[in-house]
C-alpha cells in the first residue's frame, strides 16, 4: 500500500488558453442593437459593471440593490470571494438612463423583483437566446456572456486604470488574479475605471415589449 500521494503537490502544466478574446465595443454595441429586452439588460449591466455574468452575481440582481436615482448598484460577490460580502459600484450615465426606463417599464407590470427576467420569471441561463443574438449580429466567432466582464476589465486596463481599482470593482480579491489573465499593468481611481467602459448604445432600449418575443431562453 502506498500511504501518501507522491505527486499530490504536483501541478500539471497549464494547456493551451481557449478562451475567446473580449468583444470588442464595436461587437458589444453591435450585441446590443440586435438582442432581446433581457440580454440587453445582460450585455448593459454585465459591461457596465463588471460583474460576474450568471447566477452567482448578474442574474441575481434586484430592483433593490439599485438606487432611487439609478446612478449606484450594489453587487452581492459570488461565493467564491467571501472576504468581500458586496460592492457598491458608480454608474456611469448611460447605464443609469438604461435602468431608469427598465425601472419605469417594470414597475408598471409590476415585476419588483430580478432585474433580468424573461416573460416575468427569472432566468438560470439563456444559452439558446444568445446563440441567435450574435447570429443578428452577424458576429460569428465565439463570444460567451461572461465575455461582457472580460471585455469590461480588458478595457479599463487599456485605458490605464488602476489595477486595485478594477480588483474591488469586479470582485477580486487579490489583483494577481487580473495580471494572471491580461496581461497589463496600468493606474487611476475607481471612478475612471467605471468611465472607461465602453459608450452603450442605448437608443432601442424600451421599444420592444419583451413578451412578443418568440425565442426561448
Same mark, same amino acid.
Given at each position: #500500500?502506498? *500511504? =501518501?500521494?507522491?505527486?499530490?503537490?504536483?501541478?500539471?502544466?497549464?494547456?493551451?488558453?481557449?478562451?475567446?478574446? @473580449?468583444?470588442?465595443? *464595436? =461587437?458589444?454595441?453591435?450585441?446590443?442593437?440586435?438582442?432581446?429586452?433581457?440580454?440587453?439588460?445582460?450585455?448593459?449591466?454585465?459591461?457596465?459593471?463588471?460583474?460576474?455574468?450568471?447566477?452567482?452575481?448578474?442574474?441575481?440582481?434586484?430592483?433593490?440593490?439599485?438606487? *432611487?436615482?439609478?446612478?449606484?448598484?450594489?453587487? &452581492?460577490?459570488?461565493?467564491?470571494?467571501?472576504?468581500?460580502?458586496?460592492?457598491?459600484?458608480?454608474?456611469?450615465?448611460?447605464?443609469?438612463?438604461? !435602468?431608469?426606463?427598465?425601472? =419605469?417599464?417594470?414597475? @408598471?407590470?409590476? !415585476?419588483?423583483?430580478?432585474?433580468?427576467?424573461?416573460?416575468?420569471?427569472?432566468?438560470?441561463?439563456?444559452?439558446?437566446?444568445?446563440?441567435?443574438? /450574435?447570429?443578428?449580429?452577424?458576429?460569428?466567432?465565439?463570444?460567451?456572456? &461572461?465575455?461582457?466582464?472580460?471585455?469590461?476589465?480588458?478595457?479599463? !486596463?487599456?485605458?490605464?486604470?488602476?489595477?486595485?481599482?478594477?480588483?474591488?470593482?469586479?470582485?477580486?480579491?487579490?489583483?494577481? #488574479?487580473? !495580471?494572471?489573465?491580461?496581461? *497589463?499593468?496600468? @493606474?487611476?481611481?475607481?471612478?475612471?475605471?467605471?468611465?472607461?467602459?465602453?459608450?452603450?448604445?442605448?437608443? =432601442?432600449?424600451?421599444?420592444?415589449?419583451?413578451? /412578443?418575443?418568440?425565442?426561448?431562453?
Amino acid at each position: #500500500m502506498i *500511504e =501518501e500521494n507522491p505527486i499530490r503537490s504536483f501541478k500539471a502544466p497549464r494547456g493551451p488558453n481557449n478562451k475567446p478574446s @473580449a468583444p470588442t465595443p *464595436e =461587437e458589444i454595441n453591435r450585441i446590443l442593437k440586435a438582442a432581446r429586452d433581457h440580454v440587453r439588460r445582460v450585455v448593459v449591466i454585465g459591461v457596465g459593471t463588471g460583474c460576474r455574468v450568471g447566477p452567482s452575481e448578474l442574474f441575481d440582481i434586484r430592483w433593490s440593490h439599485v438606487s *432611487e436615482d439609478c446612478t449606484k448598484i450594489r453587487i &452581492y460577490s459570488a461565493d467564491k470571494n467571501p472576504n468581500i460580502p458586496h460592492r457598491d459600484i458608480d454608474l456611469k450615465p448611460a447605464v443609469t438612463v438604461a !435602468l431608469r426606463i427598465w425601472r =419605469e417599464i417594470d414597475m @408598471a407590470n409590476g !415585476l419588483t423583483e430580478h432585474i433580468i427576467h424573461w416573460r416575468s420569471k427569472p432566468i438560470d441561463s439563456f444559452k439558446t437566446t444568445w446563440g441567435s443574438t /450574435l447570429k443578428r449580429a452577424d458576429i460569428g466567432r465565439r463570444i460567451r456572456p &461572461y465575455d461582457c466582464r472580460h471585455h469590461s476589465i480588458s478595457q479599463a !486596463l487599456r485605458k490605464k486604470c488602476d489595477l486595485k481599482a478594477i480588483s474591488i470593482i469586479v470582485g477580486h480579491a487579490d489583483p494577481t #488574479m487580473i !495580471l494572471r489573465h491580461y496581461q *497589463e499593468v496600468v @493606474a487611476e481611481s475607481p471612478q475612471e475605471v467605471m468611465n472607461s467602459v465602453t459608450d452603450l448604445d442605448i437608443s =432601442e432600449i424600451g421599444t420592444e415589449p419583451q413578451d /412578443l418575443c418568440k425565442e426561448t431562453v
